[in-house]
């Protein structure tokens, strides 16, 4: 489903009872909401990092959780209440601080692909060298 999460993590890092609550929904709607919300918040992480890497990201601690503080919020958000605690507020926006740093290439994440201006990654460029024919060939180097 997703490339950093899955819905099975986020429901068991929030809790079923607290997951079911905030999305507010019949149940069979469940997996759409959540996949619409682990979508959104991979699309923010790598809107932010496609500027200096290939992505998705490789697979990271940091990735991971900056994806779950981004799909709690917006559970929080969306909620009847709209209601997002101070504790889950504080925390996307220091997720959208790092992801600004990350942005600037202040964070590095380990084992990510650097691409260039045009979004080519680096590690498949190739670049061309062309020359004047040689100044030294057999024959002028004959009696030497």
């Given at each position: 489903?997703g490339?950093?999460?899955?819905?099975?993590?986020?429901?068991?890092?929030?809790?079923?009872?607290?997951?079911?609550?905030?999305?507010?929904?019949?149940?069979?709607?469940?997996?759409?909401?959540?996949?619409?919300?682990?979508?959104?918040?991979?699309?923010?992480?790598?809107?932010?990092?496609?500027?200096?890497?290939?992505?998705?990201?490789?697979?990271?601690?940091?990735?991971?959780?900056?994806?779950?503080t981004?799909?709690?919020?917006?559970?929080?958000?969306?909620?009847?209440?709209?209601?997002?605690?101070?504790?889950?507020?504080?925390?996307?926006?220091?997720?959208?601080?790092?992801?600004?740093?990350?942005?600037?290439?202040?964070?590095?994440?380990?084992?990510?692909?650097?691409?260039?201006?045009?979004?080519?990654?680096?590690?498949?460029?190739?670049?061309?060298?062309?020359?004047?024919?040689?100044?030294?060939?057999?024959?002028?180097?004959?009696?030497?």
């Amino acid at each position: 489903m997703g490339n950093y999460i899955e819905q099975e993590e986020l429901v068991e890092r929030i809790g079923s009872t607290r997951f079911n609550s905030l999305c507010g929904v019949n149940e069979d709607e469940i997996d759409s909401l959540a996949t619409g919300i682990i979508a959104r918040a991979e699309a923010m992480i790598d809107s932010h990092a496609c500027i200096l890497y290939a992505v998705p990201l490789p697979a990271s601690e940091l990735v991971e959780e900056w994806a779950f503080t981004i799909a709690e919020y917006e559970l929080y958000k969306r909620s009847s209440s709209s209601d997002v605690p101070q504790k889950i507020k504080n925390s996307y926006d220091e997720t959208l601080r790092l992801l600004a740093k990350l942005a600037e290439g202040e964070i590095k994440i380990p084992g990510a692909v650097s691409v260039s201006s045009d979004g080519t990654p680096l590690t498949t460029r190739s670049f061309a060298v062309s020359s004047s024919d040689s100044l030294m060939d057999s024959d002028s180097l004959k009696g030497f």
